[in-house]
């Protein structure tokens, strides 16, 4: 049986309905998982339910982040945010982590990961961060790999692409910051922006700040080792 991989769905401001990315659903598929689309419900035996059924969670990307859950105000720079989004993801994503089930975390995913785990990141990298940042918001196709990230030796990310400095898409402008101790900063940019997060208490959270999906569908070697590895452990959860 493949395994069940629940992806967080996206909405748009506004708008009654959901979506998720061709990219994702594929990326998963190719690998190997069998992909669900999760909306954003909140009662908490239903959240409990969800988390039991499934064999690992995709953390998508999407749109900000409420910067009230890690105790500040509005930046300037902050663009839309689904509270509901954000609300329904910390929640999954405690009781997943509990049951150390596989995450896989993309782009705002990986700053979801973070702030559950107590951190905290910048609302607009651009204006928070300071120094000669690189273009993190590529004027390139998806797919393009456009700066190099350096690998942690002997992280997960490192066993999954066997390489230690990886070229990668980038289309954010918020980051994570302070990540906490129990994670790792496994991939960190030119500029110093950190672009890999992993948990050190848990089989498999992983948050990467890029967009693998979108280069695994060009047949990007490190990003559809990230998916295999990823859609294996989760094989691994539905066996037990």
Known sequence: MRPIIGITASKELGKDEYNVELADTEAIVRAG???????????????EELAEHIDGLFLAGGW??????????????????IPSRDRFELELLEKVLEKNKPVLAICRGAQ???????????QDTP???AGNLLQH???APKEHGSHFVEVQEGSLL??????????VNSRHHQSN???????????IASDGVIEAIESKEHG?????????????????????????????????????
């Open 33 to 47: 998982g069998l992909p669900i689309m999760l909306p954003h419900i909140e009662g908490q035996a239903e959240l």
């Open 64 to 81: 900000d982040i409420d910067p009230t859950l890690f105790g500040e105000e509005p930046h300037p720079g902050l663009g839309v945010i």
């Open 112 to 122: 979801i990961l973070n702030i559950a785990a107590g951190g905290d990141m910048y």
């Open 127 to 129: 204006s928070q961060l």
């Open 137 to 139: 918001q590529q004027r």
């Open 158 to 167: 490192h066993r999954l692409t066997d390489s230690l400095k990886l070229k």
């Open 177 to 187: 910051r302070r990540v906490p101790d129990h994670y790792l900063v496994s991939g």
């Open 204 to 240: 498999f959270a992983l948050g990467l700040q890029w967009h693998p999906e979108n280069m695994a569908r060009a047949g990007d070697a490190a990003s559809l080792r990230i998916f295999e590895g990823f859609v294996r452990a989760c094989t691994e959860e539905g066996d037990e």
